[in-house]
């Protein structure tokens, strides 16, 4: 069956730090990658997405870039801010439901 | 705020009792999702219906556990004689309607969640 390993945190970073977040998957077929942010009370939101192979899905000044070859979607950011601090979840969808399967999700904590 | 709406955001129920929440997707779309979240895990998918029709539950969904979509708007979740293990965040998800040749990746809408505390 599909799966996603993420690394566990939670990972501290000081402000204006450079963000890694591996991910890598296990899928039948061609899935869609995707990460979802959930800040402290609230609901999951979508980050950003990648539908195909090297796709790169951005927002927010993340990025992450479809590795068919390494089965990887690794999340980035290259100046991290206190108000990024949430948990990060890397997700695939895949069949045709389309049902995410997800991360055990990373918490990140940036300090000033 | 059209958003994936769920309630009651917060249920605290004795052990034994049953509990119903429910999800109100975003209008029009016509795929819906369950998952649950168990503390320091992600979200787990649970079931999913297309229209009124549920066309997947997962085998975590025993039998206490039921679904409906009766009019293939807004689902209910129902928990019969709720135990501790099922204390959680119960996620519901939406997503638009596949049309022609539109990719079938579309995003997935999530709600804020209800979360469950059986005691």
């Known amino acids: 069956g599909n799966s996603v390993t993420q690394m566990e945190g939670p990972v501290t970073l000081s402000e204006e730090a450079f963000l890694t977040i591996n991910c890598t998957y296990t899928a039948t077929g061609y899935p869609s990658l995707f990460w979802y942010v959930q800040y402290p009370g609230e609901g999951l939101q979508l980050l950003l997405k990648a539908t195909k192979a090297d796709d790169k899905g951005s927002n927010k000044g993340f990025e992450a870039t479809y590795r068919k070859e390494t089965t990887s979607f690794h999340l980035e950011k290259g100046s991290v801010q206190v108000s990024d601090s949430a948990v990060y979840f890397c997700?695939?969808?895949?069949?045709?439901?389309?049902?995410?399967?997800f991360g055990i999700g990373t918490k990140l904590q940036v300090i000033p | 705020d059209t958003g994936v709406s769920q309630d009651p955001r917060h249920k605290i129920t004795k052990r034994g009792q049953n509990v119903t929440f429910r999800c109100d997707p975003i209008?029009?779309?016509?795929?819906l999702y369950w998952y649950r979240q168990t503390l320091g895990q992600g979200p787990e998918f649970l079931t999913y219906?297309?229209?009124?029709?549920?066309?997947?539950k997962s085998r975590l969904l025993s039998d206490r556990f039921s679904a409906e979509r009766p009019k293939g708007s807004f689902s209910t979740l129902e928990i019969q004689r709720t135990e501790q293990g099922d204390s959680a965040m119960y996620l519901c998800?939406?997503?638009?309607?596949?049309?022609?040749?539109?990719?079938?990746?579309?995003?997935?809408?999530f709600g804020q969640g209800t979360r469950l505390t059986v005691v």
């Open positions: 998800a939406s997503r638009s309607p596949i049309q022609g040749a539109q990719p079938l990746n579309t995003e997935a809408f």
């Open positions: 209008s029009e779309h016509n795929r």
């Open positions: 219906f297309q229209n009124e029709a549920q066309l997947e």
């Open positions: 997700a695939l969808a895949s069949g045709g439901y389309q049902k995410v399967t």
